[in-house]
């Protein structure tokens, strides 16, 4: 593996989740990464990205630096031949090259703006470190994908599953602010993946990209889609079809114990944070249904499984 920025760097799935349970049961503390040293830029906020990725550096034996690029960085300009005589004060060329010297892996987070589509797919940013470091690059969520929490979300549907084929719901859920659709869609790559019953469910007007969902199918019906479900995987994200926008919803689409009678006894999922009693309610946050906290929990055994493999391509 020579970068982690989509879910595609991986070439099998089971095999790197199995990596990532040995290294989580039996082998957590290697020392792959004595000597290494990992830099987190954060173009936006975090807690778990931020701390999982550090304490699994940390686990491999790695030095870690971090910054709150968007904070405390000088203004990054992206564009090629800009004339920097406005508020961007350093250019990528620059910054990533400097940072490939300091760090032998950088990992990014850089949020969409959701006012451009196609500016927000061309990864202007991710893409621009890959462009221009000479190290491995990581993506800690980028404008349409979040890899490290779809694989974290693999291995805990693979420690949850009881059934022998388990169907699996997307549900997109409310909220008062507009999202990001990047969790969403490599969830559903993710499921691409895995031999199991996928549909999402989500208002009309919410359908995600047509290029990520490929052939699997969108229910417009919550508690239809809900029917039998062993996992049910809650999030919210703004409309790609108008593009960024939060759009009208008659009917409530939070998750309560009300709508998990339809499901069998459904596990229930979500990458946190979670605005409780909005996209979740309490009476399944504070139920056995809830699997949330042991999904973070695999946040950094997913990130050690990766940092390994990308330490290991060093070489
Ligand atoms: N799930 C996730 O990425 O959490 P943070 O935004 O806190 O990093």
Redesign the pocket.
């Known amino acids: 593996m020579k970068n982690y920025t989509t879910l595609a760097d991986i070439d099998n799935l089971e095999t790197i989740i199995r990596e990532a349970r040995g290294l989580k049961f039996e082998n957590p503390d290697t020392k792959a990464g004595e000597g290494k040293t990992l830099g987190m830029l954060f173009f936006n906020?975090?807690?778990?990205?931020?701390l999982s990725t550090e304490k699994a550096a940390k686990l491999l034996g790695m030095h870690v630096m971090v910054m709150n690029a968007d904070k405390d960085g000088w203004a990054l300009e992206f564009e090629d031949g800009a004339v920097m005589n406005s508020d961007k004060a350093e250019h990528i060329k620059e910054a990533a090259a400097v940072l490939s010297q300091y760090c032998d892996i950088i990992a990014v987070r850089a949020f969409p703006g959701l006012k451009d589509k196609e500016k927000d797919e061309s990864e202007l940013v991710l893409n621009s470190f890959k462009k221009y470091a000479s190290v491995p690059v990581v993506n800690l969520?980028s404008a349409t994908g979040?890899p490290l929490?779809a694989l974290a979300d693999a291995i805990t549907i693979q420690e949850h599953n009881t059934a022998e084929k388990p169907k699996i719901v997307l549900s997109w859920a409310p909220h008062p602010k507009a999202l990001p659709q990047s969790v969403a869609n490599s969830f559903v790559e993710m499921v691409h993946r895995l031999d199991v019953d996928f549909v999402i469910t989500n208002p009309e007007g919410y359908d995600l990209n047509p290029a990520v969902r490929k052939d699997i199918k969108v229910e417009h019906d919550q508690e239809k889609a809900f029917k039998d479900a062993d996992f049910v995987y809650v999030k919210n994200w703004s409309s790609y079809e108008d593009y960024g926008q939060v759009l009208n919803v008659e009917k409530n689409w939070i998750v309560n114990q009300e709508k998990l009678k339809h499901t069998n006894n459904a596990k229930v999922m979500h990458?946190?944070?979670v605005r409780r009693n909005v996209v979740i309610a309490d009476d399944v946050l504070d139920s056995e249904n809830s699997i949330v906290i042991q999904q973070a929990n695999n946040r950094t055994f997913a990130a050690q499984a990766v940092l390994k493999r990308l330490l290991e391509s060093l070489d």
Not at 45 to 50: A, D, E, F, K, Q
Request: hydrophobic fraction near 15%; aromatic fraction near 0%.
């Open positions: 906020p975090s807690l778990r990205t931020r969520e979040h929490q990458c946190l944070p």
